[in-house]
């Protein structure tokens, strides 16, 4: 057997310092090769030239056109400027801009009153684990993946005067004639709504529900031993909590109230009570007016409507990184 001999100690610094250790040697720097740069320049510069491409330059062209007069089929030479007297018409002169407006601003109370405090109801409930919460997630969750589109298709056939599910069954239990949902201007824009609430309450129970598990549990048992009770924990602990995803929750709901197009294009070309911004844009732009400089003037407006929300939400969020 060979018996190794330990090393003897090392021999202590002149004046009691202890010895010292072999330096280190720094950290190599990572060099980056052609074909990661290339990769990098890729990953980077693809996405940035179609969102400048798709989008920004797009709305650059919009707030430019909406100082203009042009029908968009002769050349660009035919292109007359005329200031801001598009906006001027859009407030004073344009029938369908205020009932619109009014229309987006009801469209946008509702969405915050029923399917938000709905999906935050249910997304309370499930967070609860009960038993076959998956699948009632799913349930919840399956008109999101589908576009609002599909979603008017689908309400069209519930609400068909003829055949429709609901007239048949309110025929069948009441007696009641059959009502026209979607074709009368006094009650086609709130069927719409129950149509869009329908979609958009899962979206919220699904950010919400992603909050909550995020938060602290500490949180909840410390207002437990303080004796709070279930509403009181949410309300003054909870809630609070989810600072973030209310915030999330405001912008997404903002502007879907403002961009809310697909379904009521689907049912009457957004004409007959449901009048919204978007389908007057795309009836300008688009349809037999062909006004492409006023209906660029009605997407400004409308952009503008939603950059206030955006910057709100961008600046609270610079703010917490700052924090």
């Not at 310092?17 to 990098?40: E, F, K, M, V, W």
């Not at 824009?189 to 309450?201: D, K, M, P, Q, S």
Request: net charge neutral; aromatic share 10%.
């Amino acid at each position: 057997m060979v018996s190794s001999t330990p090393s003897p100690p090392r021999a202590a610094e002149p004046g009691g310092a202890p010895p010292r250790s072999a330096p280190r040697r720094a950290p190599t720097p990572l060099r980056n090769g052609r074909a990661d740069r290339i990769t990098l320049a890729l990953m980077i510069g693809v996405p940035a030239l179609l969102v400048i491409g798709l989008v920004w330059l797009p709305a650059a062209a919009t707030v430019v056109f909406s100082f203009t007069r042009w029908d968009g089929i002769g050349g660009l030479d035919t292109i007359e400027w005329v200031g801001t007297q598009n906006y001027t018409d859009a407030f004073t002169l344009y029938p369908p801009f205020w009932p619109a407006l009014r229309h987006n601003l009801i469209w946008l109370v509702f969405l915050f009153l029923v399917p938000t405090v709905l999906g935050m109801l249910l997304a309370v409930l499930l967070d609860r684990e009960l038993r076959g919460g998956r699948i009632y997630q799913s349930i919840f969750y399956m008109p999101v993946v589908l576009s609002l589109a599909l979603v008017g298709f689908i309400w069209q056939l519930i609400y068909s005067p003829d055949q429709g599910l609901l007239n048949t069954f309110l025929g069948a239990t009441t007696g009641a004639e059959p009502v026209d949902w979607f074709g009368d201007p006094d009650i086609n824009l709130y069927a719409v709504l129950v149509a869009a609430a329908w979609r958009h309450t899962g979206y919220i129970m699904l950010l919400y529900l992603a909050g909550l598990k995020a938060v602290d549990p500490s949180l909840r048992e410390a207002a437990a031993i303080d004796g709070a009770g279930p509403v009181r924990t949410f309300t003054s602990v909870v809630f609070p909590a989810l600072r973030p995803i209310n915030l999330v929750v405001l912008v997404v709901t903002v502007i879907d109230a403002l961009r809310a197009f697909d379904i009521v294009w689907i049912i009457n070309r957004g004409r007959n009570g449901l009048e919204l911004i978007s389908a007057l844009v795309t009836a300008n732009v688009i349809g037999e007016a062909s006004r492409v400089g006023f209906g660029s003037a009605l997407a400004v407006i409308m952009l503008a409507f939603s950059l206030v929300f955006i910057l709100i939400y961008v600046s609270t969020l610079l703010r917490g990184a700052d924090r």
